[in-house]
């Protein structure tokens, strides 16, 4: 099976030479994604609200790639404030307690725009029956 490459249609994603996601035989790779709201094209204020909109996109992207988001294998979460863990593991849990991937926290020093409190990145691989 060959690579294939997903795109959200972002000039970003030409301009910084990346694609939303890899897929390469029956995994997914998954770019950081942030909470933007694509439906209303703006960032939410709070970190709670950017998570959710993290897994829609993440979601979306693996629907489109044939995957689900139980083929999560391993996710890595970037916060930029250690107050904020709480309310992006909340979400998380609500999300993933199920699937249950490998994962880790990083709290990092800032994100690409100062309005971005938290950014995802998974891997998939797609379950054989």
Do not use: H, W
């Not at 204020?45 to 790639?65: G, M, P, W, Y």
Request: proline letters at 4%; charged letters at 25%; one cysteine or more.
């Amino acid at each position: 099976m060959p690579r294939r490459l997903i795109s959200t249609g972002s000039p970003f994603e030409k301009t910084a030479g990346y694609s939303r996601a890899v897929i390469d035989g029956d995994f997914a790779f998954l770019a950081g994604t942030t909470g933007y709201d694509y439906a209303t094209m703006t960032m939410p204020i709070d970190v709670t609200s950017q998570t959710r909109n993290c897994f829609k996109t993440i979601e979306a992207t693996l629907k489109e790639a044939g995957f689900a988001l139980a083929d999560v294998v391993r996710a890595t979460y970037y916060i930029v404030d250690v107050a904020d863990a709480d309310a992006v593991l909340a979400v998380c849990g609500e999300r993933l307690s199920e699937i249950r991937p490998a994962a880790t926290l990083l709290v990092v020093a800032a994100l690409f725009k100062p309005d971005m409190k938290v950014e995802i990145e998974v891997t998939a691989k797609r379950r054989t029956a």
